[in-house]
Each structure stands twice: as structure tokens, then as C-alpha cells.
């Protein structure tokens, strides 16, 4: 049985799905399972990270393995990491971040979360793989409301360049290392195929909607809190930071979603052709 964390969200429900399409057994967590959607066959159970030990323990009867999202274990990582090990958990799939690396600024809050869950995992003997993704195509969903709105959207570093990923191919990796043998101890860095800047990405959710989107570039001093509604306000100004050296800068690429998957990484045009309710359609 694999328990998988952040089951609702953008990875964790394409990893819910890919693991029920392989009839893999599935138990996803979720703080409401009645809001939940999830497909018919996955196991569903009530996820409250602050309950303790104790009351978390049930979550991982015949458990062998874990997918862990950050945001949904929150402070709560040592209790549920240990009701995870009593449970019979030995392998750990964190996903993780691509901040975390030889060089980074050890001081960016991205990276202290995460670098110090990863140290969490491994100090309490898990085997372990670590999924590092790079900027998240679903990242983009922060204009949808702009979008819905009209076809101007404001934002700024209209040049930044990321190689956006594909949540489809985070879930196929994680699965890969759920069900194979061979991932324990590895680091898989995670980005899709192509640098786009953020003014591209615009015009390709454009072309999927078939309308002419435009990016009207914001000075920095001009952001709002508005234009990021998904990223918390005391990471903004860190975010900011990365995404103004990211402007004209060449992002790492990397193939490894081909060589755990056999497929190569999905392009942002197509996430914007898988997504296009999400910018057409009220959430
Ligand atoms: N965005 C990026 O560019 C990027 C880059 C590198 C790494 N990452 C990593 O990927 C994560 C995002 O993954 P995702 O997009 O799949 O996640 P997501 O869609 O934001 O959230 C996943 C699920 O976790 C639960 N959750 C979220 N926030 C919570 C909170 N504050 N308290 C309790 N539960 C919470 C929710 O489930 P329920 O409501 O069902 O409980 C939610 O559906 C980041 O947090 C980071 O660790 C992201």
C-alpha cells in the first residue's frame, strides 16, 4: 500500500490517478475526503497532520511506502514521518525542490523548508528518493483569473525563463519510484523540455484558448499580492528575487524525466492545451 500526502493537489492528484490506472493500491490523504474527486479506485482516509502519533498511526496500516508533500505534513513532519515508520513505511518519494543543490542560497526560505525535510526523511531511516522539480507549469494558473477577465495580464520580468514541468511528469517519476526498484537513494532533478519565457508562456495559453493574450510587464515595485495569489505573502519577496535572476538566464534542463519514464517531458504548449478549462471555467 502506498500513502500518498498532498493527494488532492496538482502532483498528488495525477499520482493518485497514474497509481489507480496501474491498479497499484493507493491510500490518499486528504484534509476533506467529500471534496476530494478522486478516482473510484484509490483507498480515501482523513488526513489531520496535527492529531499526533497516535491518531495518525491507522493512516499507515499495511503501508510500505510514502509520498510526501511539504505543505500538507506542514510543522507536523516528525509525527507523521514516525507513525509512518510504525507503520511499516521503508521508502519515502519526497517531493522536493530543485532550490535544493550544491551552491544554493542556504538562506531562501524554499530551500531551508525543504533541504530540512529531506535531512527529516533520511535521519529517520527511510529509503529514499528525492524528486527535485524546478518551476511547476501549474504555476501559470496564477493568471487564470486575469485571463477569465479579459486579455491583458499584468505581472512582472516578462523575460524570465523557466523550463516549466508538467505535474503529469512529476506523478510519472514518482511512480516510477514508488512501484520500481532502483530509485532508493537517488535525486531526481526535474524540468520540462524547453526554456519559456513568461511572456511565451502567456502567448501559448493564448493559442490553446484560441484568443490573443498579451503580458503587460509590471515594474517589481508595482507587484501585488493579487498577482501571486498561490504563493504565501512572506515567500514573495524571495520569489521575486529568483524570478528577477531569472530574467534572460538560461534555466537548467534536465532529461531525467525520460530516462525514469521512457517518455520524453511534456511542453508547456501541451499543459496549456490540458489546462485550458482551468482558464475558461470559474474554480
Ligand atoms: N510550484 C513550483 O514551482 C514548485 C517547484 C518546486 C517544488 N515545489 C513543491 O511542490 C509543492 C506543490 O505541489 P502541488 O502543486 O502538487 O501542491 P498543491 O496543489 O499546492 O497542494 C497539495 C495538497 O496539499 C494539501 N495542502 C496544501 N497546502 C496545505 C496546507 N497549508 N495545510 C495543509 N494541507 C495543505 C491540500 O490537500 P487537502 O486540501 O486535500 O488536504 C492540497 O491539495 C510545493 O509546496 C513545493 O514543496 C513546487
Same mark, same amino acid.
Given at each position: 500500500?502506498?500513502?500518498?500526502?498532498? =493527494?488532492?493537489?496538482?502532483?498528488?492528484?495525477?499520482?493518485?490517478?497514474?497509481?489507480?490506472?496501474?491498479?497499484?493500491?493507493?491510500?490518499?490523504?486528504? *484534509?476533506?475526503?467529500? *471534496?476530494? /474527486?478522486?478516482?473510484?479506485?484509490?483507498? !480515501?482516509?482523513?488526513?489531520?497532520?496535527?492529531?499526533?502519533?497516535?491518531?495518525?498511526?491507522?493512516?499507515?496500516?499495511?503501508?510500505?511506502?510514502?509520498?510526501?508533500? !511539504?505543505?500538507?505534513?506542514?510543522?507536523?513532519?516528525?509525527?507523521?514521518?514516525?507513525?509512518?515508520? /510504525? %507503520?511499516?513505511?521503508?521508502?519515502?518519494? !519526497?517531493?522536493?525542490?530543485?532550490?535544493?543543490?550544491? %551552491? $544554493?542560497?542556504?538562506?531562501?526560505?524554499?530551500?531551508?523548508?525543504?533541504?530540512?525535510?529531506?535531512?527529516?526523511?533520511?535521519?529517520?531511516?527511510?529509503?529514499?528518493?528525492?524528486?527535485?522539480?524546478?518551476?511547476?507549469?501549474?504555476?501559470?494558473?496564477?493568471?487564470?483569473?486575469?485571463?477569465?477577465?479579459?486579455?491583458?495580464?499584468?505581472?512582472?520580468?516578462?523575460?524570465?525563463?523557466?523550463?516549466?514541468?508538467?505535474?503529469?511528469?512529476?506523478?510519472?517519476?514518482?511512480?516510477?519510484?514508488?512501484?520500481?526498484?532502483?530509485?532508493?537513494? $537517488?535525486?531526481? *532533478?526535474?524540468?520540462?523540455?524547453?526554456?519559456?519565457?513568461?511572456?511565451?508562456?502567456?502567448? $501559448?495559453?493564448?493559442?490553446?484558448?484560441?484568443?490573443?493574450?498579451?503580458?503587460?510587464?509590471?515594474?517589481?515595485?508595482?507587484?501585488?499580492?493579487?498577482?501571486?495569489?498561490?504563493?504565501?505573502?512572506?515567500?514573495?519577496?524571495?520569489?521575486? /528575487?529568483?524570478?528577477?535572476? =531569472?530574467?534572460?538566464?538560461?534555466?537548467?534542463?534536465?532529461?531525467?524525466?525520460?530516462?525514469?519514464?521512457?517518455?520524453?517531458?511534456?511542453?508547456?504548449?501541451?499543459?496549456?492545451?490540458?489546462?485550458?478549462?482551468?482558464?475558461?471555467?470559474?474554480?
Amino acid at each position: 500500500m502506498i500513502v500518498a500526502t498532498g =493527494a488532492t493537489g496538482n502532483v498528488g492528484r495525477a499520482l493518485v490517478a497514474q497509481l489507480t490506472a496501474a491498479q497499484a493500491p493507493v491510500r490518499a490523504l486528504t *484534509r476533506d475526503p467529500r *471534496r476530494a /474527486k478522486l478516482p473510484a479506485g484509490a483507498e !480515501m482516509a482523513r488526513f489531520d497532520p496535527a492529531a499526533g502519533p497516535a491518531a495518525l498511526a491507522p493512516l499507515f496500516d499495511g503501508a510500505t511506502a510514502l509520498f510526501l508533500h !511539504m505543505a500538507a505534513v506542514g510543522e507536523h513532519a516528525d509525527a507523521v514521518l514516525e507513525a509512518a515508520r /510504525k %507503520g511499516g513505511v521503508e521508502h519515502v518519494v !519526497m517531493l522536493s525542490s530543485g532550490i535544493v543543490e550544491d %551552491g $544554493a542560497d542556504q538562506t531562501h526560505p524554499l530551500y531551508v523548508a525543504h533541504a530540512d525535510l529531506e535531512e527529516r526523511v533520511r535521519l529517520g531511516g527511510f529509503g529514499w528518493t528525492f524528486l527535485r522539480p524546478n518551476a511547476f507549469a501549474t504555476n501559470s494558473l496564477q493568471w487564470a483569473d486575469q485571463i477569465r477577465a479579459g486579455d491583458t495580464v499584468r505581472g512582472p520580468f516578462a523575460g524570465a525563463l523557466t523550463a516549466p514541468i508538467h505535474e503529469d511528469d512529476i506523478a510519472a517519476v514518482a511512480v516510477r519510484a514508488l512501484l520500481d526498484d532502483g530509485h532508493r537513494g $537517488a535525486v531526481h *532533478r526535474l524540468t520540462g523540455p524547453t526554456a519559456v519565457s513568461t511572456d511565451e508562456q502567456i502567448h $501559448a495559453i493564448g493559442r490553446a484558448l484560441g484568443r490573443d493574450l498579451r503580458f503587460d510587464e509590471v515594474p517589481p515595485e508595482e507587484v501585488t499580492e493579487a498577482m501571486f495569489p498561490h504563493v504565501p505573502a512572506a515567500m514573495l519577496p524571495a520569489l521575486l /528575487k529568483s524570478f528577477a535572476a =531569472a530574467v534572460g538566464v538560461a534555466p537548467e534542463i534536465t532529461s531525467t524525466v525520460e530516462s525514469v519514464t521512457g517518455t520524453p517531458a511534456r511542453t508547456f504548449t501541451q499543459w496549456a492545451q490540458d489546462h485550458r478549462e482551468d482558464f475558461t471555467q470559474g474554480n
